[in-house]
């Protein structure tokens, strides 16, 4: 059963027990400094969160929301109906094979929230769709890496988001692929823990130089940080 979620801005988002979303969207959201001109691509869409996040404030001039899974893209179709917004192309299709039609060689950012677990690793979930979406079975970093570089214009970027422990699989996947890491930013719920997410961007065709960003702190004292606060309250309709 599906239900919606008012995020502000007149936008709605459909969830399930399947395909949810969490604080990791909307940090990859922001990370990604989409621009009004861009076309974009999302790997793994879910129930579209990334998206719709994005109709909220200077939306891209497309973006095209992908998953392989029948019953996220029905979520996301409920959620565009719903918000009544331009712009979003849903797609069922396996990333590893794009689709018919495909903007290949034209693409200004891909985005890709991936799933966390290797496959085979850990606790598997309970049902086939929180299987795909927790545990690599149909995206690995190659996976996701060489299916943004053929749809990637050169000088296009790459935006990931996921687990410190798999960066080092990431950042090798992007340059196996002519995409070079530029940009990496670790999230921390406060200043004394260690990351939980990493926050990478890659550039099709550049060079060498990795620009390291303060880490983004989730709480501070108790309370959410400005910046954390801002994730949620961005783009949202003003009320008196």
């Not at 690793?121 to 929180?130: T, V």
């Not at 940009?183 to 620009?211: C, H, I, N, S, Y």
Request: hydrophobic share 35%; charged share 25%; aromatic share 8%.
């Amino acid at each position: 059963m599906t239900k919606p979620e008012p995020i502000g801005g007149g936008i709605v988002v459909y969830t399930s027990e399947e395909h949810r979303f969490g604080t990791d969207a909307f940090l990859l959201t922001e990370f990604s400094h989409y621009k009004e001109k861009d076309t974009a691509v999302e790997f793994g869409t879910g129930c579209g969160i990334i998206p719709l996040l994005m109709q909220k404030s200077r939306p891209p001039k497309v973006i095209y929301a992908l998953d392989v899974q029948e019953n996220a893209v029905a979520q996301l179709k409920a959620g565009i109906k719903a918000s009544g917004v331009p712009g979003i192309v849903p797609i069922c299709a396996d990333l590893r094979e794009l689709w018919d039609g495909a903007p290949s060689g034209q693409c200004d950012l891909v985005l890709c929230n991936p799933p966390y677990q290797p496959p085979g690793s850990g606790f598997l979930a309970e049902n086939d769709s929180q299987r795909i979406a927790r545990h690599g079975l149909f995206c690995t970093p190659e996976d996701v890496c060489r299916s943004a570089a053929k749809l990637l214009r050169f000088g296009g970027r790459l935006c990931i988001c996921g687990r410190p422990e798999r960066l080092p699989d990431y950042i090798c996947a992007m340059r196996s692929f002519r995409t070079e890491p530029k940009r990496l930013r670790f999230v921390q719920k406060t200043a004394k823990d260690m990351p939980w997410l990493f926050l990478l961007e890659g550039k099709l065709g550049a060079k060498p130089f990795l620009q390291m960003e303060p880490p983004f702190l989730m709480y501070e004292n108790g309370s959410l940080t400005a910046e954390a606060a801002a994730l949620y309250t961005n783009g949202q309709e003003e009320t008196s």
